[in-house]
T-cell receptor
Framework: AQKITQTQPGMFVQEKEAVTLDCTYD???????LFWYKQPSSGEMIFLIYQGSYDEQNATEGRYSLNFQKARKSANLVISASQLGDSAMYFCATLYNNNDMRFGAGTRLTVKP | NAGVTQTPKFRVLKTGQSMTLLCAQDMNHEYMYWYRQDPGMGLRLIHYSVGEGTTAKGEVPDGYNVSRLKKQNFLLGLESAAPSQTSVYFC???????????FGQGTRLTVV
């Protein structure tokens, strides 16, 4: 079965420090995509970053980077220089067969001042 | 810049009632999705569509039906609502392939 696992229900980080949010996935597909979304307390879903399974370099978008380890089937999100506004739920998602986007259970990140 | 619009934003139903949630997108996206979000379970895919006139089942399709008669609209129907369908429902759309999905603001549905 295709499955996305986020093992950290909650994480705390001090403002200005870096934090890594874990994500592992299980797929037999050769070609797939990996996404991270942020959901603040207001409820909207905000796209952060994307990694393709054949991309040779790890994706980066501003303070967000994706630590992609294909052999281990992991796609961890790294947030550098955390800000108070980064406090939110973070979801990892995988696109299977180019059609079907599935999400993990999420990690609640709290940034401490 | 409307993006993805869900109607209604809130609804309370009695057990056994029916209703339809409407999702409309103005980005000419081929792919559309319906998810439900429950505490501690993330987003679970109900149904999705890869183009006008097509639909497919996701992880949790039971108790729901969908239709995609027009490219810009994706309707989610509950024929006989149950308390277990109390949730926040999100619609999303994408160009397809390996592109990000854009989400609506969500619909909070309570079935009593």
């Amino acid at each position: 079965a295709q499955k996305i696992t986020q093992t950290q229900p909650g994480m705390f980080v001090q403002e200005k420090e870096a934090v890594t949010l874990d994500c592992t996935y299980d797929t037999s597909d050769q070609s797939y995509g990996l996404f991270w979304y942020k959901q603040p307390s207001s409820g909207e879903m905000i796209f952060l970053i994307y990694q393709g399974s054949y991309d040779e370099q790890n994706a980066t978008e501003g303070r967000y980077s994706l630590n992609f380890q294909k052999a281990r089937k992991s796609a961890n999100l790294v947030i550098s220089a955390s800000q108070l506004g980064d406090s939110a739920m973070y979801f990892c998602a995988t696109l299977y067969n180019n059609n079907d986007m599935r999400f993990g259970a999420g990690t609640r990140l709290t940034v401490k001042p | 810049n409307a993006g993805v619009t869900q109607t209604p934003k809130f609804r309370v139903l009695k057990t056994g009632q029916s209703m339809t949630l409407l999702c409309a997108q103005d980005m000419n996206h081929e792919y559309m999705y319906w998810y439900r979000q429950d505490p501690g379970m993330g987003l679970r895919l109900i149904h999705y569509s890869v183009g006008e006139g097509t639909t497919a089942k996701g992880e949790v399709p039971d108790g729901y039906n969908v239709s995609r008669l027009k490219k810009q609209n994706f309707l989610l129907g509950l024929e006989s609502a149950a308390p277990s369908q109390t949730s926040v429902y999100f619609c999303a759309s994408s160009l397809g392939g390996k592109t990000e999905a854009f989400f609506g603001q969500g619909t909070r549905l309570t079935v009593v």
